[in-house]
C-alpha cells in the first residue's frame, strides 16, 4: 500500500514541487524557447503566406503591363510588399538616378549596366536578410535545448541520489522513482528541440526556393531595362519617373 501511494505521488507535478531553484530557472528557460519557437512559427508563416499572394499578384501585372509607367503607377498604388516589387522598385530607382547623374560621387561610377547590376544586387541582399529573419534563433534554440533539459536531467538525477543516499535505503522502487522524475527535463529539452528543428528546415527550404525565383527574376529585369527599355526611356523619359516609395510591408 506504501509503495502504491508513492507512485501515486510521483509525477511531474511533485517533479515542480520538490524542484530547487535551479531546476525552475531551466524549466522557465525551456518554457520561453517554446514561446520564441512558436512566436516566429506562426509570424513567419503569415507573412510568407502574404508575401507570396502579393508577388503572384506583382508579376502578373508587371508582366502584362504596357510599359514601365504602368508599372510604377501599381508600385506607387500597392507599394512594395514581396521581393519581386522591391528588386523592380530598386532597378527604376537605379536607372532614373543614372540618367540623373553628375559624376561628382563614387556611386556614379561605372556604366549603365554596371550601376542597375549594383542596385539589383542590393536589393537581393537586403531581400535575403528579411527572409532569413529567426532562422538564427530558430537554429540556436534547435541545438541548445535539448542540453538545456540534459543539464536539467543531471541535475535531478544528482540530487536524487544524494536524497536516497541521505535516507540510507537503495531499492529499486526508491531509485526508479527521483530518476524518472528527473529524465521529464530531458523530454521537455526535446519537446522544444524538435519543432524549431523543423521550422528551421521548413522555413529555410522556402527561402531557397524564393531566392532562386527571385535571381531568375532579377536576369530578367536587367535584360529588360538594359535593351528594350533603355530605347524606350530615351524617347520620353516622363515614363519611367521614379516616385518615393512608401516603407516595405511584409517583404
Known amino acids: 500500500m506504501e509503495t502504491a501511494n508513492q507512485a501515486t505521488q510521483l509525477g511531474f507535478a511533485h517533479f515542480i514541487a520538490q524542484a530547487d531553484m535551479l531546476a525552475h530557472f531551466l524549466l522557465v528557460v525551456l518554457l520561453a524557447m517554446s514561446v520564441v519557437t512558436w512566436y516566429l ?15 503572384q499578384a506583382f508579376l502578373a501585372r508587371f508582366w502584362d503591363a504596357p510599359g514601365l509607367a504602368s508599372v510604377t503607377e501599381y508600385l506607387q498604388n500597392h507599394g512594395i510588399n514581396d521581393p519581386f516589387s522591391h528588386l523592380t522598385h530598386h532597378g527604376l530607382k537605379a536607372a532614373e538616378q543614372f540618367r540623373n547623374k553628375t559624376g561628382s560621387r563614387l556611386v556614379e561610377s561605372g556604366s549603365e549596366d554596371e550601376f542597375l547590376t549594383r542596385a ?34 543531471v541535475w535531478g538525477i544528482y540530487h536524487a541520489l544524494v536524497n536516497i543516499g541521505m535516507s ?52 530578367d529585369l536587367f535584360a529588360f531595362m538594359s535593351t528594350g527599355v533603355r530605347n524606350d526611356t530615351r524617347v520620353d523619359n516622363s515614363e519611367v519617373r521614379i516616385y518615393s516609395a512608401p516603407a516595405a510591408r511584409g517583404a
Open 41 to 55: 512559427v506562426v509570424s513567419k508563416s503569415i507573412a510568407n503566406w502574404r508575401m507570396k499572394k502579393h508577388a
Open 120 to 153: 539589383l544586387r542590393r536589393a537581393i541582399n537586403q531581400d535575403t536578410a528579411r527572409l532569413e529573419y529567426g532562422h538564427t534563433m530558430l537554429a540556436s534554440i534547435a541545438s541548445s535545448a535539448p542540453f538545456v533539459g540534459l543539464f536539467g536531467t
Open 168 to 219: 540510507g535505503s537503495g531499492s529499486l522502487d526508491q531509485v526508479a522513482g527521483p530518476v524518472g522524475e528527473a529524465l521529464i527535463m530531458t523530454a521537455l529539452g526535446l519537446a522544444v528541440a524538435i519543432p524549431a528543428v523543423l521550422a528551421y528546415n521548413f522555413f529555410n527550404r522556402g527561402k531557397r526556393q524564393v531566392l532562386t525565383e527571385v535571381d531568375g527574376f532579377a536576369h
